[in-house]
């Protein structure tokens, strides 16, 4: 009795979400949504939209693209049917449909604030315009101009802007969008696409003659796929390429010369449309099946999409062929599958609604109420990486310097972080200048009294005399032994070699001195160099690396110089490589500190720091070489480079000693399974 009444309960339930849903199938969450975390690396995220409509029943056959119009019908292109479609989304029925004899195979479709209809029709080659009526007022052909006469003029996606000039996407034509003026007048090219050469082209125009590179087939750069207008009248475009093509430009917003200006990465490369929602966000629909949603100046938000690519199961959120996105005035996606001929709704959860209130907030300059819908944002999300950069924004605009600091840490955002921290730099140094300035006046009076008062020079011989204690002392001396070397290279590793001066124990004291200056370089940089955190660190391979390069380098030096006729043994070269390498050890040590009071205007002070500590290293440890093992300057340098090259032999030997290795035991494993099955017969 029980299970009777349970199942006539789940009959009514089942009903109940079959007919509170006249407009498709309600659908429960099949995607996934994905966005970048501070590190840059690609997380799930909380859901962004939901699948909620899938609508089956308009009949359409191979359609291409889609626009809503000011009355918030989706005016679908029905390439198939040769036919427009004005479908209502409130009511779920169609409103109208437009036909034209002139159609041959509409592919793009666009509707102006009163109404008028554009259709761009490729077959046919002509731009048809409707007016509110649904009646024929205008077609525009081959526009006269002698740019385009050897152009087919073949449009398959048209936006227009306030004043009525289109902006035409055609077929096979690579010297960008077809700008029309309203009365059909060609304006020219807007926004053409650069030819990017490839790697092997790149050595074709190395070392092929002009002959070969006549027959070589014409680089062109790749067309756009789709194009968009906002409500101020800014043109974006989409473009399908390989992303060496591309290079991150994917998705283009263009200002009135057709310059892109987004400054940002894109990173996807198969966007078959665009649109652009009222708060000024970019929704890109790729060919996969993936909906990405974008900020206005290219920031990526999140993207969202199934888990893997299945085209045979019919999933609501699935997609056979993604082939055009709209967003309506309630901020909902409508996305429309070109192959499978349905439509798709997605709504926008709370935590979608909260970013994008977050986002129009700070454009319309209310920062302090941005920053609070920010931090509803990350309840429901502390690791956004969005919204700790809109957090830092606001509160860098309400000139919270410091907390902006804080957010930008979480956020990841060195260029941001540099700008906060500047400010509170300077904030710091107008606190404190008087006092810095007073206590190095102090400084000067007191060094000029001493020099005054001790006259017979008592303090300074004391002085003197207790830093040569210190430096004669049997433990420091050799260690202290690093600073001469650094200054008198030949005239140390000469007496080194004599065994006069430097012992194993200072040297030892040194390799390990560098080994910890380079672990704090590794780990301890400040936020805005420091481009690995400690967690994602393998110290393993770090440690492990350093200290086998080190001995391979020894070991290897050593046989070679053997055979050269070196006079420097293992000892010799490990005391001359741990003592020349203190310029540079002091160096790493400087630079540390220095990446913690520095922004990014002024990195080339440590790129200087280390570029002049390196040169005094290797200097150091040149002169070491030649002295240590007697050679000239040609025998030198001869001696490393060979070295070098006996390294990556035995790196080389070391990697198909593991692989080999490892297919040992694979094979020892399997044989053993195997002898396992046969003797137990369990499998």
Request: without cysteine; charged residues 15%.
């Amino acid at each position: 009795m029980n299970r009777k009444r349970l199942m006539k309960f789940l009959l009514i339930l089942l009903a109940a979400l079959l007919f509170s849903a006249p407009l498709g199938v309600v659908a429960e969450s099949t995607t996934l949504t994905f966005g970048f975390n501070r590190r840059g690396w690609i997380v799930r995220t909380q859901d962004a939209f939901l699948p909620n409509q899938t609508i089956t029943h308009l009949g359409l056959s191979n359609p291409q693209t889609m626009v809503f119009g000011p009355d918030d019908l989706l005016y679908i292109a029905d390439t198939g049917n040769q036919r427009i479609v004005a479908y209502n989304i409130h009511t779920g029925e169609i409103d109208r449909i437009v036909t034209y004899d002139g159609f041959r195979s509409p592919r793009g479709v666009f509707v102006t604030q009163d109404n008028i209809l554009y259709v761009a029709d490729a077959i046919a080659e002509a731009v048809f315009v409707f007016g509110a009526d649904d009646k024929p007022i205008q077609t525009f052909r081959q526009p006269r101009g002698m740019a385009v006469t050897d152009t087919r003029f073949a449009p398959h996606r048209i936006v227009v802007d306030q004043l009525g000039s289109m902006f035409i996407v055609g077929e096979g034509v690579f010297d960008g969008i077809i700008q029309l003026s309203a009365e059909g007048e060609f304006l020219g090219f807007f926004a053409s696409n650069q030819t990017t050469r490839t790697f092997v082209q790149m050595i074709q125009d190395t070392i092929f003659s002009e002959a070969q590179m006549e027959r070589l087939a014409p680089r062109l750069p790749h067309t756009f796929s789709n194009i968009a207008i906002d409500g101020r009248g800014v043109v974006y475009t989409a473009a399908m390429g390989s992303p060496a093509q591309l290079q991150g430009e994917a998705i283009k917003r263009h200002d009135m010369a057709g310059r892109n200006t987004i400054d940002n990465f894109i990173p996807v490369s198969d966007v078959a449309d665009i649109t652009v929602d009222r708060y000024g966000n970019i929704f890109a629909a790729s060919v996969s099946g993936w909906i990405w949603v974008f900020t206005n100046d290219g920031t990526l938000i999140f993207y969202f999409g199934v888990p893997g690519f299945t085209a045979h199961e019919d999933i609501a959120g699935w997609f056979r062929s993604l082939a055009s996105i709209a967003v309506s005035s309630e901020g909902h996606i409508w996305a429309l599958d070109g192959q499978s001929a349905f439509l798709q709704s997605y709504t926008p959860t709370e935590y979608t609604r909260a970013i994008f209130s977050a986002l129009d907030l700070f454009n319309a300059g209310m920062y302090m109420e941005s920053a609070i819908v920010w931090e509803s944002v990350l309840r429901h999300n502390q690791m956004s990486r969005l919204a700790h950069n809109g957090m830092g924004r606001a509160l860098l605009y309400q000139h919270d310097f410091a907390g902006a600091m804080r957010s930008f840490y979480l956020a990841g955002n060195r260029d941001y972080y540099s700008a906060a921290f500047w400010e509170v730099r300077n904030i710091w140094l107008l606190n404190n200048l008087a006092i810095i300035l007073i206590g190095v006046a102090a400084l000067l009076v007191i060094t000029s009294l001493i020099k005054r008062i001790d006259r017979k020079r008592v303090i300074a011989s004391h002085i003197e005399n207790t830093r040569r204690g210190i430096m004669e002392h049997r433990y420091a001396k050799p260690i202290m032994f690093a600073f001469t070397v650094a200054r008198h290279p030949l005239d140390s590793y000469y007496y080194m070699k004599l065994g006069q001066k430097g012992t194993l124990g200072g040297a030892v004291f040194h390799f390990f001195l560098f080994f910890i200056a380079y672990m704090v370089y590794i780990t301890s940089r400040g936020f805005i160099m420091q481009y690995t955190d400690i967690v994602d660190m393998d110290f393993v391979v770090i440690v492990g690396g350093f200290f086998g390069l080190f001995a391979m380098f020894i070991v290897s030096n050593y046989l070679v110089t053997s055979i050269k006729d070196g006079e420097g043994g293992i000892k010799d070269i490990f005391k001359l490589i741990s003592y020349g390498l203190f310029p540079l050890t002091i160096t790493l040590f400087g630079v540390t500190l220095l990446t913690h009071i520095i922004t990014q205007n002024e990195v080339f002070l440590v790129n200087f720091a280390l570029l002049a500590g390196g040169i005094w290293a290797g200097a150091v440890l040149w002169l070491g070489f030649q002295e240590t093992h007697n050679y000239s300057f040609r025998a030198t340098l001869s001696s490393l480079i060979i070295t070098v090259l006996f390294m990556l032999i035995i790196l080389v030997v070391l990697f198909n000693l593991t692989v080999l290795f490892d297919g040992i035991v694979s094979f020892i494993e399997s044989i053993s399974s195997e002898v396992y099955i046969n003797v137990t017969g369990f499998n």
